[in-house]
């Protein structure tokens, strides 16, 4: 039961474009939702994080959204770059549980 | 200084061994995790400890053993190596205070291959 999903496997972008991946999740308990960045060969590198009670937060080049009712989130990347190219986790937690769920994943490719 | 270390990076073994993996944070943090990437590529929880305690301990084969000497550590011991124990194996940690904004941070991964 895959209570966190990203359903695109892959994207690929031009440099310079946005790059929007996307994460639905089922589970109305959770609350916190994080994106993790995955370089092969190397372990997930938090990114950016959002709150239930927020819908959007942004760090420089990374903007998280959070839409609650349609229990879906996305990260939009502007200007993409090359260095951007990883696979990018949707991972979530609720209440005061400490487990994370994982989507599964999407490869963006980012090309010059 | 790297935060979250893990040895050894690979592994390669044979059906019916026992071996361990080590994880170290340099954090502060209280809370630790094993999870485990699969070939499916999905990353799944298998044990947290918080301070040395057992908080978390997912449907995971008893052959799988963490241990906690200290809340800087938190080592997996693996017993009767299977086939499909194969994977890539990911230590992390975070405060652990259960908050809103508690993010856990990741080892590089240890690749076991089981022959």
């Known amino acids: 039961d895959q209570q966190v999903k990203q359903n695109s496997p892959s994207l690929s972008v031009q440099e310079g474009r946005i790059s929007i991946l996307n994460c639905d999740y089922t589970?109305?308990?959770?609350?916190?939702f994080l994106w993790y960045k995955k370089y092969p060969a190397e372990g997930p590198t938090f990114l950016i994080s959002i709150s239930s009670i927020k819908d959007k937060n942004e760090d420089g080049r990374f903007t998280v959204f959070l839409n609650k009712s349609a229990k879906h989130l996305s990260l939009h990347i502007v200007p993409s770059q090359p260095g951007d190219s990883a696979v990018y986790f949707c991972?979530?937690?609720?209440?005061?549980?400490?487990?994370?769920?994982f989507g599964k994943g999407t490869l963006l490719t980012v090309n010059p | 200084d790297t935060a979250v270390s893990q040895t050894p990076k690979y592994l390669v073994t044979q059906m019916g061994n026992d071996k361990s993996i080590k994880c170290e944070q340099n954090l502060g943090h209280d809370t630790m995790y094993w999870y485990k990437q699969d070939s499916k590529k999905f990353l799944k929880i298998m044990f947290s400890?918080?301070?040395?305690?057992?908080?978390i301990n997912e449907t995971v084969p008893n052959r799988f053993s963490p241990k906690s000497p200290d809340k800087a550590h938190l080592n997996l011991h693996i017993n009767s190596l299977e086939l499909g124990d194969s994977a890539v194996y990911f230590c992390a940690s975070s405060q652990g205070d259960r908050g809103l904004g508690e993010t856990q941070y990741f080892g590089p991964g240890t690749r076991l291959l089981v022959l």
């Open positions: 991972a979530a937690k609720g209440g005061s549980n400490y487990k994370l769920t």
């Open positions: 589970n109305s308990m959770f609350d916190y």
């Open positions: 400890y918080n301070n040395k305690e057992l908080i």
